[in-house]
């Protein structure tokens, strides 16, 4: 088995970043205090299957302008400039957007803004999206201000009229209430609200969505990378929209 090497330490204000390669398949590994962030083959495709998940769907949606809040290696940026959106990231770390470059090949015209995405959401001056990615971590958490309804309500303004938000979210097991609260948090903002899930798997991320996402079919690998494709494919295969409900675990409800 390949060991990764070690390629740079980076002390920030946010956590330490740890870049990790791959000697064999050339994959670059993104770390923050000891949680995976970003994982990228040697041309800068994602090896994440929620990324390819969350790139499907946005597909699919259209939309030629793409803000996503949390930056990381900035991989799901480098897929859709390719494709040819425009796009824009805000990390609350300015090193993010350092090693994005650096490491992972992000695009010179992704437009890089540092600052906490709430905060930049409340910013009146910014331009409306297409779709809106939340993508943004404290650990394995997505930060508890980035989930409220009140912020959600933010994120709307930025949306036009048929705009859609998709968030990333860590699920630790079947009985993981995350998924369905930050969907019931966004439901007070959108009537069209779906959760895509893969039930049954520990550890895994889902994808909470909102806006105009009645139509969106489960996605499919539509940039293979260099390494693993099959086992994103496979993870891809497991997902599925499922129903929710806030309360769905809750004894007696």
Request: proline share 3%; aromatic share 8%; hydrophobic share 40%.
């Amino acid at each position: 088995m390949t060991r990764t090497a070690h390629v740079e330490e980076i002390r920030t204000t946010y956590g330490i970043i740890n870049i990790l390669k791959n000697p064999t398949t050339g994959a670059t590994i993104y770390e923050v205090g000891g949680c995976h962030q970003s994982s990228a083959d040697s041309d800068g495709t994602s090896l994440a299957y929620y990324i390819h998940a969350i790139f499907s769907l946005l597909t699919q949606t259209k939309a030629r302008s793409v803000l996503i809040v949390g930056g990381g290696g900035g991989t799901l940026g480098t897929m859709l400039v390719r494709a040819g959106c425009d796009v824009t990231i805000v990390d609350v770390d300015p090193a993010s957007f350092v090693v994005a470059k650096q490491y992972f090949g992000l695009p010179e015209s992704v437009i890089c803004h540092v600052a906490d995405g709430d905060v930049f959401m409340r910013d009146k001056t910014e331009a409306s999206y297409g779709a809106i990615v939340l993508d943004a971590f404290q650990g394995e958490n997505i930060p508890t201000h980035l989930q409220t309804a009140e912020f959600f309500g933010r994120v709307r303004e930025r949306l036009t009229p048929n705009g859609a938000v998709f968030a990333n979210i860590r699920v630790g097991h079947d009985f993981d209430k995350g998924p369905d609260q930050l969907a019931k948090s966004m439901r007070s903002v959108w009537t069209d609200v779906r959760v895509l899930d893969s039930e049954g798997i520990c550890g895994r991320n889902a994808i909470v969505m909102a806006g105009q996402v009645s139509k969106l079919r489960e996605p499919k690998l539509l940039v293979r990378p260099k390494t693993d494709a099959h086992l994103i494919r496979s993870e891809l295969e497991r997902m599925r929209f499922r129903a929710w409900n806030a309360s769905r675990w809750a004894f007696g409800g």
